[in-house]
T-cell receptor, first 113, second 109 residues
């Protein structure tokens, strides 16, 4: 069964460092998403991406965050200067068509020290 | 997107059916009812969705009331591996999924 894959599974970084989280969506999917979940809290929407541009973003997704689909297969989330409060599990998701269900990856755990 | 109300937690006996209720009294005509679950800290997993008709797949059944103000997810034969947080989400086509607190389901032997 096709799946969304994410790397790394766990990253530890120092505050102020740049981090790139990578995702390989399901191959024929066109809509891509990033969500995050701080330990013990709800899953929160960050950003959606379609046709090589951001279609929607949340208040969390400020200038420190960016997304990119550099090569037609990967979908990346960059955090330019990490803060302690960025420590969370980050989930990538993709969907095939406009109204279809989202398929999530297993997540990347980011720990900012 | 309309909000949903779910019980915070519920227990279920292994092998029995688990019936998870969800209220969505402000649902709009173009909004679907989606169910996802999250096992421990894994990524959310799609279960089923529907608009107004009842739906069934290999994982579960979804019963939506005629007025669409509430629904029930049915896991027909719960196993220990069904222990998870179950999220009921209403979503218009193309909109993002917005997760609430969900129902923490514990399947007991």
């Amino acid at each position: 069964e096709p799946e969304v894959t994410q790397t790394p599974s766990h990253q530890v970084t120092q505050m102020g460092q740049e981090v790139i989280l990578r995702c390989v969506p399901i191959s024929n999917h066109l809509y891509f998403y990033w969500y995050r979940q701080i330990l013990g809290q709800k899953v929160e929407f960050l950003v959606s991406f379609y046709n090589n541009e951001i279609s929607e973003k949340s208040e969390i997704f400020d200038d420190q965050f960016s997304v990119e689909r550099p090569d037609g297969s990967n979908f990346t989330l960059k955090i330019r200067s990490t803060k302690l409060e960025d420590s969370a599990m980050y989930f990538c998701a993709s969907s095939g068509v406009f109204s279809a269900e989202l398929f999530f990856g297993e997540g990347s755990r980011l720990t900012v020290l | 997107d309309a909000k949903t109300t779910q019980p915070t937690s519920m227990d279920c006996a292994e092998g029995r059916a688990a019936n998870l209720p969800c209220n969505h009294s402000t649902i709009s005509g173009n909004e679907y009812v989606y169910w996802y679950r999250q096992i421990h800290s894994q990524g959310p997993q799609y279960i089923i969705h529907g608009l107004k008709n009842n739906e069934t797949n290999e994982m579960a059944s979804l019963i939506i009331t005629e007025d669409r103000k509430s629904s029930t997810l049915i896991l027909p034969h719960a196993t220990l591996r069904d222990t998870a947080v179950y999220y009921c989400i209403v979503r218009a086509a193309g909109n993002k999924l917005t997760f609430g607190g969900g129902t923490r389901v514990l399947v007991k032997p």
